[in-house]
């Protein structure tokens, strides 16, 4: 079976062909609207699986935000703005007329990563750090979704609640702090208006107030992790996200967990699938229907 498998991020749209070995062809990508309204959203939409929707059977969409009786809810606004009830799951077979599918990004993400360990570990987390930080987690072999579609979304619990406000509305979230979005809201002098990106390349370079930003996020997620252990008894916990798999972050959220007492310490790994996991785990739940 051949599925259309879409990844609706902040920043941008993802969209592949997948058969049922996994294989990957003719991926398209587009940024996400900035406007953010239904409209650009379902036009962006339209645009990106014209070319691939007649050689499809199904189609699976992994999106940012919560997934309730497949309608769109955007936890974090700043995120998807203006879609807090966009009906995902209508606007897709209207568009194909194909049966589809759709779950939070990063709960795909979580089943993508956890086939690809190979039946080693029963029970994991993935913890996606990007644009936001988001989170997906399978126990005893299952993923975890919740009644409401909330389960996994780490990133809204508290870090600091003398910290950033977040844009989900609570104060001191692990996004508001660690995400690649916080990083940049922190910057300030020389780095103000910068983006997590530049961040990174000066921190590359020697700048302080970039490594020190870079610091303040990984030792944030650290002390998640070390929350999400206590909270789940995980295995191991990978990561993924642009910000998550960026050059020598993984060694420094490491270090920060090291830190923390024995019983919090959890087998650290990089997202497999890298920054393709969500497109393939929302295949692999299409076909497991």
């Known amino acids: 079976m051949s599925i259309l498998a879409i990844d609706i991020g902040g920043t941008k749209l993802a969209a592949a062909l997948v058969d049922g070995r996994l294989q990957m062809r003719d991926r398209h990508e587009l940024p996400t609207p900035a ?29 940012t935000g919560i997934i309730r009786e497949g309608a769109l809810l955007a936890l974090n606004p700043l995120n998807l ?3 807090m009830h966009f009906p995902l799951v209508q606007t897709l077979e209207s568009l194909t007329g194909l049966p589809t599918l759709a779950v939070n990004d990063a709960q795909a993400a979580a089943w993508a990563e956890y086939h690809a360990l190979g039946g080693k570990y029963h029970d994991m987390a993935f913890i996606t750090v990007s644009t936001g930080v988001g989170g997906g987690v399978v126990s005893n072999g299952k993923l975890l979704t919740g009644a409401g579609g909330l389960a996994g979304h780490v990133g809204h619990t508290l870090a600091d609640p003398y910290g950033p406000q977040c844009g989900c509305g609570r104060v001191g979230c692990v996004e508001a702090i660690a995400s690649g979005r916080g990083i940049a ?3 300030e002098g020389s780095l103000a208006g910068c983006d997590a990106k530049t961040i990174f390349s000066r921190a590359g370079q020697g700048d302080e107030q970039a490594c020190q930003l870079i610091q303040r996020s990984a030792c944030t997620l650290a002390r998640l992790i070390a929350d999400v252990k206590a909270t789940t008894d ?4 990978v990561i993924g996200g642009s910000v998550g798999l960026a050059e020598g ?5 490491e270090a920060w967990l090291a830190q923390e007492p024995a019983i919090y310490h959890v087998k650290l790994l990089a997202a497999h699938y890298r920054h393709d996991a969500g497109l393939l785990g929302a295949a692999l739940l299409a076909q497991g229907e």
């Open 35 to 63: 406007s953010k309204t239904p409209q650009a959203l379902r036009a962006a939409l339209k645009a990106l699986i014209e070319p691939l929707q007649a050689q499809a059977q199904r189609v699976a969409i992994a999106s």
């Open 81 to 83: 703005g203006g879609l």
């Open 185 to 187: 809201a922190a910057a």
């Open 234 to 237: 995980c295995q191991c916990v």
């Open 249 to 253: 972050y993984l060694a420094q959220v």
